[in-house]
């Protein structure tokens, strides 16, 4: 079974970046396709961000590109969401997920259905 467990949210202005990151208990992290969701009040829990097992391609919400970037750290067991240039609307919690192994593109890193394990959640509220 694997475990994540995120960290790093908080509140914070417009303009201003944060960095979330997920721990994961897994032995086999190298393995999983790793991901950020995120869901604020009253909506449905929609994809940000994804990373494959060897940080090769990544994949980006249309909203958050150029602004966020995800990354990996194979060795320590843990994948990051840098979030840059943030908005009110980047408002939500923030949720860790992991699948695996490997996927054809980007509509199948996007799928909530493809990812098997999820964290609780970090919440990141951004003020204007």
């Known amino acids: 079974q694997v475990q994540l467990a995120e960290s790093g949210g908080g509140l914070v202005q417009a303009g201003g970046s944060l960095r979330v990151s997920c721990a994961a208990s897994?032995?086999?992290?190298?393995?999983?396709?790793m991901a950020w969701f995120r869901q604020a009040p009253g909506k449905e829990r929609e994809f940000v961000a994804a990373?494959?097992?060897?940080?090769?391609?990544?994949y980006y919400a249309d909203a958050v590109k150029g602004r966020f970037t995800i990354s990996r750290d194979n060795a320590k067991n843990t994948v990051f969401l840098q979030m840059n240039s943030l908005k009110p609307e980047d408002t939500a919690r923030y949720y860790c997920a992991a699948g695996g192994v490997q996927w054809r593109g980007y509509n199948d890193y996007t799928a909530r259905s493809n990812y098997n394990y999820w964290g609780q959640g970090t919440q990141v509220t951004v003020s204007s």
């Open positions: 990373i494959p097992w060897n940080s090769g391609t990544t």
């Open positions: 897994v032995r086999t992290f190298s393995s999983y396709v």
